[in-house]
Each structure stands twice: as C-alpha cells, then as structure tokens.
C-alpha cells in the first residue's frame, strides 16, 4: 500500500468574523509568449503537466465568505490531459456554500503563431450531487493538446464562518506560482496555522494578508511512509 509523502505547505485559518484582488501580474486570459515556450518543468523533467499559477483571493464580508480561484495550467505531455478534467468539490447540506462564475478555456498557439481560445460552453459545465453533504461542479477544457495552456476560475460562495479553507500550495504537479490572500474587516479574527518549513521560513511572522511560494515540487507518493511531513 502506499501513502502520500510530501514537503507539506498549507496554511489553516481557525476560530472566530473588500474586494477581489488578483494576483499581481496575472490576468485572466493574458498569457506571455514566455509561459507558451515553457516544454518542461526545469526542476521536475518528467512532469507531465504544470501549474503555471494558482491564486485565491478571499473576501469576508458579514454576509458572505467568497473564495476567488484562478487556475492555469500548461499541458507538457499526452499523460497529462487528465488535468483538463475540472472537479470542483463544495459543501452543499444547508445550502452552507455553492460555486457560481465559472469560466475556462483552452488557449493553443496555431501554425501562424496566434494565440486561438476555445471557451468552455455553459452547457457542458454540471452541478453534481455527490453525496448527502457534498456537490461538484464538473467540466472538461475543450481542444486540449501537448503545448496547451488551460485555465478556469470560479467563485465559492460560504457561510461557514468558524474557519477558512485550508490552502495547499503544492499539488499532484508541479507548482510554479501560488498565492494566497485575504481580506477581511478589522473587527475580524482568525488564528493561523501554519505547516511546511519552507513557508514558515519565508513567513516567520503571521501577521502578512498575502503569502506566496514558488517552484514547488510535486506531491509524491511513496511507499512505507504513513504520514504527511
């Protein structure tokens, strides 16, 4: 049997209640001819595909929680066309949170050089019941082949106060860019908790609003190994 092993950097919000900002540099839909070059991860050869960002930004207001995902990803080899398949997880008893504003799209550079977008249609995005507690938004990026970009965001709407969404910054791929934000009212509290040497060498003080980490490693599994460290 085999067990996840990795270099873990998450971050925990926990306990006790602005605007969208995206990460800095990184629009939706604005892709560098540099991020298209890209035919390998430098520091990880055999990747198959690579988060080239992965943002959120949170919003608390008395009303609502609203998480702001940004996702891009570029398709490095035929093994990793699995990633152009979109599960989005949400839990749906009481209505507690629902997911809305998705949009995505697969980006391909043609024979003459040009960037052409294939949009995600609003037909072919389902809102699932997985079980009692928890729905999925699905979809699938269209056109995708070696050398694509794909990329989506979304909206996850909450009334689950009691504590934040953990936030990994590593994942099943390699990660060149995550970033995470949050913005809420001065009357607010949470306690943060913080895992991963590496991020808590960049952030030896909780007292930041945004945390960044770049060039990470995938998530290996790993015989014999039972716990995440």
């Not at 009691?162 to 994942?171: G, K, M, N, R, V």
Request: hydrophobic share 35%; net charge neutral.
């Amino acid at each position: 049997m085999k067990y996840i092993k990795q270099s873990l950097l998450l971050i925990v919000f926990v306990l006790t209640i602005v605007s969208y900002v995206s990460a800095k540099g990184i629009k939706f839909g604005k892709v560098s001819k540099e991020q298209f070059a890209i035919k390998e991860c430098s520091y990880e050869k055999d990747a198959s595909a690579v988060i080239l960002s992965r943002t959120c930004s949170i919003d608390l207001s008395y009303s609502v929680i609203r998480y702001f995902y940004h996702v891009r990803i570029k398709i490095l080899k035929e093994e990793g066309f699995n990633q152009a398949n979109i599960k989005l997880s949400y839990y749906r008893n009481n209505n507690i949170e629902n997911i809305s504003g998705v949009k995505g799209h697969t980006i391909n550079i043609n024979d003459l050089g040009k960037q052409e977008v294939v949009k995600v249609g609003n037909n072919s995005i389902f809102d699932v019941d997985v079980d009692e507690n928890y729905g999925e938004v699905r979809f699938s990026m269209p056109d995708v082949k070696v050398g694509s970009i794909i990329e989506y965001k979304y909206v996850t709407n909450s009334q689950f106060y009691s504590y934040l969404d953990t936030w990994y910054f590593q994942d099943e791929i390699p990660t060149l860019y995550s970033s995470l934000k949050v913005n809420m009212p001065e009357s607010f509290r949470y306690n943060m908790v913080m895992f991963g040497s590496m991020l808590q060498a960049k952030y030896p003080e909780s007292k930041s609003n945004e945390w960044t980490m770049t060039n990470m490693p995938s998530i290996k599994e790993e015989s014999y190994v039972t716990i995440l460290r």
